[in-house]
Structure formats: C-alpha cells, structure tokens
Nanobody, 127 residues
C-alpha cells in the first residue's frame, strides 16, 4: 500500500514562492510510480496541476501554472516536489499528491488514473 505525505504548504503573499514535498513509502523498490499534484480550491472541483512520468521524467502542466510551477522527483529519497513561483491568489487551494504504480507511465492530469492520494497541504496566497 503506497502512502503519501505532503508538506511545505503555508501562507504567502502574491508573487512569492513555496516548495511542496510529498514523501512516498510502502511500495517495492523495483516498482515505479507515476506521480502528480492536484489542487482543490474552496467551492471548486479538484484539478490537475502537474505530473511526472514513472520512468523518463517527462512532465506535463496545467496551462494555468506553466512557466511558474516545476514538478520534480528524487528517486533516491522517494520524494516528489512542486516548486511554485510567482504565486497568485487564484493558486490558493488544498494541494494533493497522487501516485499510480506501473512501468512506462506517461504523465497525466486525469484524477481517475491515480490509485493513491495524500491528505493534502494548504496553500494560501494573499494579494
């Protein structure tokens, strides 16, 4: 059973930066994970923000965060990151890490493809 624990959320002013982390555990060393970040703002549905493939590190981003957010992972530490810069008030949301097990997985912003979810970390951006 894969477990995901997010950290790094907080409150920041518009234009600021934050780095989210997601520690993954509970999977076999020879297994690969496709990973993604999702967010849910108050009163809105959850949306995909960024994703990274399981093998080759290919990434994809939502149009709303392209050029501002960067997803990366450290396989040795089993940790996923989301570097967020030039933050805007509309980035305010609960941010979730998600994972799916497999080989050769392309990045995906589709929620239904992910089997495992963290509990989320809150990001608040004030104007």
């Amino acid at each position: 059973q894969v477990q995901l624990v997010e950290s790094g959320g907080g409150s920041v002013q518009a234009g600021g930066s934050l780095r989210l982390s997601c520690a993954a555990s509970g999977f076999k060393p020879d297994m690969r994970l496709g990973l993604g970040w999702f967010r849910q703002a108050p009163g809105k549905g959850r949306e995909g923000v960024a994703s990274i493939g399981s093998d080759d590190g290919i990434t994809t981003y939502a149009d709303s965060v392209k050029g501002r957010f960067t997803i990366s992972k450290d396989n040795a530490k089993n940790t996923l990151y989301l570097q967020m810069t030039s933050l805007k008030p509309e980035d305010t949301a609960m941010y979730y890490c998600a994972a799916r097990m497999g080989w050769g997985l392309s990045p995906s912003l589709l929620q239904f493809r992910y089997e495992y979810w963290g509990q989320g970390t809150q990001v608040t951006v004030s104007s």
